[in-house]
Each structure stands twice: as structure tokens, then as C-alpha cells.
């Protein structure tokens, strides 16, 4: 019998490493590990030794194995960590299993300690009970694993300003990415609701910038605001962030601090007003969204900024420092005296280069101590200090310019990196931001631009997840919405680009998650609920297919508004509906639920499965989406843009004709359009609607009835048409999006979103 066989598991994976090596040969037998065993190291090298240590370590409190850390050439089994020198990427290894012994071979200390986390997801995932399991045979499957990351960058970070998270759970979120083989964590320590990070030379950062009155309760965009009334805060001191940091360097993880500027700086200025063009007063920031102060571009600010980030750069040993310059408003430099002299001084051409010259300067003190800085990519706006690197967050473009001007690019964008959008369709989801972004969207994404050439596409240093937290107010929340996105983006930024493959990632984080469990993460499991899909049925209705990537679960579900059970109809095939309902379904194990309920209205309007055409194409973001999604009897979600049932345009207008097959009379016509000012998405300037026989003549009745209602949740908008008396068989709908955003609204100067749901025809 082949070892394949004896270490199979369940769910038929036996080497469910994640990320994905670049190369794993299975070999036959496995090492069955026990008290016999040695770790050896090599001689005189004590960050060799040191990570010897940490691997007894690891496997000591499940095994019960104390195992001596040897230097090599003592006889007996051995795990043995070599260093070899002609392994050139530090954090490439190789990792061979064979009966009699482990060898992890890598030229630095940081391959050999990918080896051992590779190593650890080949034991059962019982070893990270932290405490002793008798009885488990710790056996590994013989294998010879030679692997490196595909990027250089591969990070995950975290906004500690909306919410504060202890220094426990940071080590605990950096053990977490580092065991997946993340490098980095962005650690986004100040903001206008609060300034985390003790800096000595200003105490008042401490005493009221790390501090708010209040907090607001649920989505920011609700009206009016409703506040929960308790004063919040807290912050990191030196001794705690040096602490952090030695612990993030025994895991190869290097941290960036952020500390935000021009813009984002509200707490800051709470303490201390005079750095702003205005003088105040100002509070630490006490709801969500954006806000018009920012630092003014007086020397003082700039003597303050350089205390601060002298103090940062001893506590951080990193090369790069991230100063943000995301979402800063002009407007109080406009109307500073203070601001437009400096305007004038320097010779620039307004705010927008001003924003730059701050930049410069600040990255210009970094670089004379040594470090580089990141930005958001707002810092290409009005020219992009030299040698900066870019972090890539509105979309793509601004990583694809950066790279072109041969500067080095993290990508982030918020359709595949924004982990504080939604994961499932479930009801049952927390409160968060909006988006949807399930774990196949974070898995599918490319980081390397189409766009770019291959000598630009070097320059793409890798991925990043971003966690922001208006919506997360704990470790137990933060732990949901990272997981397991965070590992899904983990494999895209280490593993081979052919090798991706998210039938196998599923399978191997399935077999995963039973060691996510002993570690107590408190991961989503949305990803293995049921997943549905529409497409118009023959003959009319709309036929709803489910699916799920749990393996031996059944799903069950209704259609009579009732919430499945165990003895719910069993799904083999599509289901068909002929009239407007809701189809509710979950997964089923052993009689039992085994996920969330996932609830899908259903709409059979005379418009549902019809041919439609679009005059202009939706923006590329949404092009892989047919036109048809606009009528396929599927509403559009009411909290969650970029659903698959949105679509988007920013310049040409929607334009849709739909044909209903036959002259008909239609009572009404229903647009859908999200609204979201603070996330750039506006309803249409003006909608309009004309009908024809034959597809050629189109015409605008008089006299119809127009109604616009606000959608469940208020971030959406429902337009209502209701022509009086016509029959027709074509309509056309003309939507015009809102254009450029107005100055001091979120996005000012950009062009405004138009996202259009279902159009519902009755
Ligand atoms: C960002 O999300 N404002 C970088
Ligand atoms: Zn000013």
C-alpha cells in the first residue's frame, strides 16, 4: 500500500499546504515522527539555532516530543535544517520527507522557516492544540517539496484607528499570516479617529488624539447619525510596539507602520491644532467617511511630522515607512494664507501639486535617514515623489502608471483586496462596509496587469489585503473577515500563476480549516455555504441552480419563505419558478445545518430572460458580466455593490434596449440604481424610458407616472415608472450618470459611479 493511501484524509487531500508549493513530488511511505527524533542545526549560526528552537517548540505541546536542538553530526533520527548556500532567494527552500528523516534545506533563515511552516500543515492538524493530544500518530507523508514565492510582497493589513486591537491579537494576526507565508503587515496606526502609536516628544498624541468621545453605531451613511455614547481609545505604547516588532522579526514578517498625511490626520489635530490651516478647535473624529481637515503646509507641521517620524523609524527597523496621502481634501489649503504662500514660494500649480510638494519633502527627510516611503496611489496625483512606491487601491490605475514611471507597486485594489466588503449573500452577515467580495473573487485575482510590459511587470512587488475596521469592533470580527480571504490572497501572491487552481484551494482548505479550528481562528465558513445562479427557463420563469464546495453536504432549501431544514426538499437539480418568491437554502450534514441560510428573491417579470442589448459597454470592471444579468429575475442586492447583479458605467450613459418577443401591455418599469455618495456611486442625473413595435420607433409617452423610493437599507434607490395605457414590445432605457463629484464630497473631482440592478417589467 502506498503512503498516499495511509495519509489520506477524509476529504482525499493528503498534502494540503497553503499557499500551494511550487513543486511537490509525493513520494511513497511517510516519516512517522516520535521521543527518538533530534533537531539539527547548523554550527555557529544562532539564527539557524534559534529557529531550531522554535520548531520544537511548535510541536512540543501536542507531541509531548522534547527534542534536543543539536548542531549536525550527532547520530539518530533527525529533523535537520541545512544551510545551503546555493539556494539564492531568501525564502526559498527546499523540504525532503523521507522515513528516516526530515531535511529542510534554504540558503537564509527565512526559507528554512517557510520549510517548517510547510512542514506543520503535513502533520495532523492536531498539533495546534497548544496543549498535549495522545493517541495521534505524527506521521508525514514522504514528499520533496522545492519551492519560492512568486512575489517579493505579500502582506495583509490592519486599521487600528477605527478600532483599537490589543498587542496580543496583533502577534496573534502576524503568527497567523506568517504561517501562510505573508511577509508584511501594514499596520495602520493613525487616523482621524485615532492616533495609536505612543510618540514621546507629544504627549497630547497620547492623552486626546488616542481617544474619542463617542463612536457611531451602524452604517455610516445612515441618517441621521446615532452614537453609542462611550468614550473609546487606547494606543500602542514604545515598549509594546518594540515588543511587536521582535516578535514580527522571529516570524519574517516585516511590519509598515502608516502614519497618515496630509489628510486623515483629525486626531492629530485634536491635539494639536495649530498644525492646521484653520487653528480649530478640533475633536478626535467620532463617526465614519471623510473628513476636510489636513495637516497645513506650514514649517511647523513639517517640524512635527519629522519629530514624529524619527521617533517611528527607531521602533520600526523596516526599510519602508507608509505615509498615506489617500483622500486629502484641498479645500482648507485653499483658504490658508499660510498654504498659499508656500503655493507661491515653491512655484507650484496649485493644491494638487501642493499635495505633492508635501509628499517630496516628507519622502526627502525618509530617504536622508535611510528609508523609503509608500503611499496611496493618490500620491501620483500632481507628480510622484522619486523613488516612492505606490500601493495601488482605486483600481489598477494607479499601480499600471507607477510601474510605467518605474516606480515599485503593492497592489490593493478594493474589488479583490477590500476584505471589509461582504463575503456571502447571507442575512446573517455582520454589518460592514458594502462590496461583496466572496473568496473565489480574492482567488481569481491577477496582480500583474495585462497592461504593462515585462520589464513593468517587475515592478509589481506583490499583493496586499486591506483590513479597515469602521465595521469591526474586535479580534473575534477581525478574525472573520480576514479569514480565510487572507490565506486565498497568500496563494496569490506566492504561488506559480499556473498552478492556481481554486477546485484544489478548496480542497485543501477544507482539510485546512480543521487546523484553523485548533488554532481557535474564528474564520468565515461562508465560503462552503450554498452558493446560487440563475438563468431564465425554458418556457418562461427563471431556473436557480445551487451549489456548494462542501464536500458531502447536501443542500436543502424552500421557496415558501420558511427556513429550511432537515426536512426541506433535498436539491438535485434546478429548481424552477414560475411567479415572484424568495428561495432559501442551506447546507445539511449528518440531519444537522451545517451553514448559514442564504435567501434569494426571485422576481418573473415580463422582462426576465429576455434579449437585451447594451448601446455602450459597462465599465471594464464589470465586462466579464453578461447584459443579461440587468434581466434575470435576480434583484440586485440592496447592500452590496459588485454582486454580479450590478452593472456600472462612469461616461456613456446606460443604455439598454430590452425586446419582450410580442406587442404587450405594460403597466410599469422599475429601474434599480445604487447610492453610495461616500463610496463615489450616485443615482442617474435623469433616467428616461421610450417604447416601440418594431424596434426601429421608438417614443417617450406623455403623462407617465414617475416614482423614486429609497431601497431597504437607504443605499439604494427604486424609480417606478407607469406609462398610462400602452402596449409595446421593445424598451429602452437611458440612463445618464451623475458626472463629475462635486467639491468636498468623497471622490471630488472624479467621475461619480452609475450602478444599474434589475429592470423589472410588469
Ligand atoms: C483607502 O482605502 N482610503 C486607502
Ligand atoms: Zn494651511
Not at 499596520?187 to 468621545?213: C, M, N, S, V
Not at 427563471?542 to 420558511?562: F, M
Request: charged share 20%; proline share 8%.
Amino acid at each position: 500500500m502506498s503512503c498516499q493511501n495511509k495519509g489520506k484524509e477524509k476529504s482525499g487531500v493528503t498534502y494540503a499546504i497553503l499557499p500551494e508549493p511550487a513543486k511537490l513530488q509525493p513520494k511513497p511511505g511517510q516519516c512517522r515522527l516520535s521521543e527518538a527524533f533530534q533537531i539539527s542545526c547548523p554550527g555557529g549560526m544562532p539564527e539557524w539555532e534559534q529557529l531550531g528552537h522554535y520548531l520544537a517548540a511548535l510541536l512540543r505541546p501536542a507531541t509531548g516530543f522534547a527534542w534536543p536542538v543539536n548542531e549536525q553530526g550527532i547520530p539518530g533520527k533527525a529533523i535537520a535544517l541545512i544551510a545551503d548556500a546555493s539556494i539564492v532567494n531568501p525564502e526559498a527552500y527546499r523540504l525532503h520527507v523521507a522515513p528516516g528523516g526530515i531535511r529542510i534545506c534554504a540558503g537564509h533563515p527565512a526559507g528554512a522557516f517557510y520549510a517548517i511552516q510547510s512542514l506543520r500543515q503535513l502533520l495532523p492538524p492536531e498539533l495546534e492544540a497548544g496543549e498535549l493530544r495522545p493517541g495521534i500518530s505524527w506521521a508525514v507523508p514522504c514528499v520533496e517539496i522545492e519551492d519560492a514565492p512568486r512575489f517579493p510582497y505579500r502582506g495583509m493589513h490592519l486599521d487600528v484607528s477605527r478600532h483599537f486591537f490589543p498587542p496580543e491579537f496583533i502577534k496573534r494576526y502576524i503568527k497567523l499570516l506568517a504561517m501562510h507565508k505573508m511577509n508584511h503587515f501594514h499596520w495602520h496606526l493613525t487616523d482621524d479617529q485615532g492616533w495609536r502609536i505612543e510618540i514621546k516628544g507629544y504627549p497630547k498624541l497620547q492623552e486626546i488624539a488616542a481617544y474619542r468621545k463617542e463612536t457611531q453605531e451602524g452604517h455610516y451613511s445612515s441618517q441621521p447619525r446615532r452614537y453609542d455614547g462611550r468614550p473609546y481609545g487606547g494606543y500602542y505604547t514604545q515598549e509594546e510596539v518594540k515588543d511587536i516588532v521582535a516578535y514580527a522579526q522571529s516570524r519574517f514578517v516585516t511590519i509598515i507602520p502608516e502614519i497618515e498625511m496630509p489628510g486623515h490626520c483629525q486626531a492629530a489635530l485634536a491635539a494639536y491644532p495649530e498644525l492646521s490651516c484653520t487653528g480649530g478647535p478640533f475633536e478626535t473624529a467620532t463617526h465614519w467617511g471623510i473628513f476636510e481637515e489636513a495637516f497645513c503646509t506650514r514649517e511647523a507641521t513639517f517640524q512635527f511630522l519629522e519629530n514624529v517620524l524619527s521617533e517611528v523609524i527607531g521602533l520600526f527597523p523596516g526599510r519602508f515607512i507608509h505615509i498615506g496621502g489617500d483622500e486629502c481634501f484641498k479645500g482648507r489649503w485653499k483658504n490658508c494664507p499660510g498654504c498659499q504662500q508656500r503655493i507661491r514660494e515653491e512655484g507650484l500649480n496649485g493644491e494638487q501639486e501642493l499635495q505633492s510638494y508635501f509628499i517630496r519633502r516628507i519622502e526627502r527627510f525618509l530617504h536622508s535617514k535611510g528609508r523609503g516611503i509608500i503611499g496611496w496611489d493618490e500620491i501620483l496625483e500632481g507628480g510622484l515623489a522619486p523613488r516612492a512606491t505606490v500601493m495601488s487601491w482605486r483600481g489598477a490605475e494607479g499601480g499600471i502608471a507607477a510601474a510605467r514611471q518605474g516606480h515599485g507597486v503593492i497592489m490593493a485594489p478594493t474589488s479583490t483586496c477590500y476584505f471589509d466588503y461582504y463575503q456571502s449573500m447571507s442575512d446573517e452577515e455582520p454589518l460592514a462596509i458594502g462590496g461583496y467580495l466572496p473568496l473565489e473573487n480574492v482567488y481569481g485575482y491577477e496582480p500583474v496587469p495585462p497592461e504593462l510590459n515585462p520589464e513593468e511587470s517587475l515592478r509589481i512587488l506583490g499583493v496586499q489585503g486591506n483590513l479597515w475596521t469602521e465595521y469591526i469592533p474586535d479580534a473575534r470580527q477581525a478574525e472573520y473577515m480576514a479569514f480565510p480571504r487572507a490565506i486565498a490572497l497568500a496563494e496569490v501572491g506566492w504561488s506559480p500563476k499556473g498552478k492556481r487552481d481554486f477546485g484544489s484551494f478548496a480542497r485543501r482548505l477544507m482539510h485546512h480549516s480543521r487546523r484553523l479550528d485548533e488554532l481557535g481562528v474564528e474564520y468565515s465558513r461562508q465560503a462552503f455555504g450554498v452558493r446560487t445562479a440563475a438563468v431564465p427557463a425554458e418556457g418562461g420563469g427563471v431556473e436557480i441552480r445551487l451549489s456548494t464546495l462542501k464536500e458531502g453536504a447536501s443542500i436543502r432549501y424552500t421557496t415558501d419563505g420558511q427556513e429550511p431544514d432537515n426536512h426541506s426538499p433535498e436539491y438535485s437539480g434546478p429548481v424552477k419558478l414560475m411567479r415572484d418568491g424568495v428561495l432559501m437554502a442551506a447546507t445539511f450534514e449528518g440531519g444537522a445545518r451545517a451553514s448559514s441560510i442564504i435567501r434569494q428573491e426571485i422576481s418573473v417579470h415580463r422582462a426576465a430572460g429576455r434579449p437585451i442589448r447594451l448601446k455602450h459597454p459597462p465599465h471594464s470592471d464589470y465586462r466579464h458580466l453578461p447584459a443579461s444579468v440587468l434581466v434575470n429575475g435576480l434583484p440586485a442586492s440592496e447592500t452590496r455593490f459588485k454582486d454580479g447583479e450590478w452593472l456600472a458605467w462612469q461616461e456613456a450613459p446606460m443604455e439598454a434596449t430590452i425586446d419582450l418577443g410580442i406587442l404587450q401591455p405594460i403597466e410599469s418599469v422599475g429601474l434599480h440604481f445604487f447610492n453610495d455618495p461616500g463610496v463615489w456611486i450616485y443615482p442617474p442625473s435623469a433616467a428616461s424610458l421610450s417604447f416601440s413595435d418594431d424596434g426601429a420607433i421608438f417614443h417617450t409617452p406623455e403623462n407617465m407616472e414617475e416614482r423614486a423610493e429609497a431601497g431597504a437599507q437607504g443605499r439604494t434607490q427604486h424609480r417606478t415608472f407607469r406609462p398610462a395605457s400602452i402596449r409595446a414590445r421593445y424598451i429602452r432605457i437611458i440612463a445618464q450618470p451623475h458626472g463629475i463629484i462635486a467639491e468636498g464630497a468623497p471622490g471630488s473631482g472624479h467621475l461619480a459611479w452609475l450602478l444599474v440592478g434589475e429592470i423589472v417589467v410588469r
